[in-house]
């Protein structure tokens, strides 16, 4: 037989969205704090050596300008949803087919990784 707990109250967030009860933590790209994808974030593009489907090859970093929505693909039920993130890049960019420079593009998050804390 089972035994039934009582549930737990969900904490209520701070002004920022996180919540206000938990001390530090450590993501999983090893930045302490609540550090997350979103408007504002510096980011780096994984490059062929790490992912070698990736957009851009070379590894560009940038800035998150602006959330790019999400879409569901025919293989998100393995992958997850394919949420992506408007960046600015901070040199022009080539991409994988060889188009551009582009100073601006849309990047799925799967490719993006938080820049480490200088």
């Not at 701070?14 to 938990?22: T, V, Y």
């Amino acid at each position: 037989m089972f035994t039934r707990r009582p549930r737990q109250p969900e904490p209520e967030p701070d002004a920022w969205g996180s919540d206000s009860s938990s001390s530090p933590s450590s993501d999983d790209d090893g930045r302490s704090g609540s550090a997350r994808m979103g408007v504002g974030a510096q980011v780096y593009v994984l490059d062929s050596d790490e992912d070698p489907a990736t957009p851009f090859p070379y590894g560009p970093t940038g800035i998150v300008v602006r959330a790019g929505g999400s879409a569901w693909q025919g293989v998100s039920a393995i992958g997850g949803s394919a949420r992506t993130w408007w960046v600015e890049f901070d040199s022009p960019q080539i991409d994988r087919d060889g188009d551009g420079p582009v100073s601006q593009a849309q990047v799925a998050e799967r490719w993006l990784r938080l820049a480490p804390l200088a």
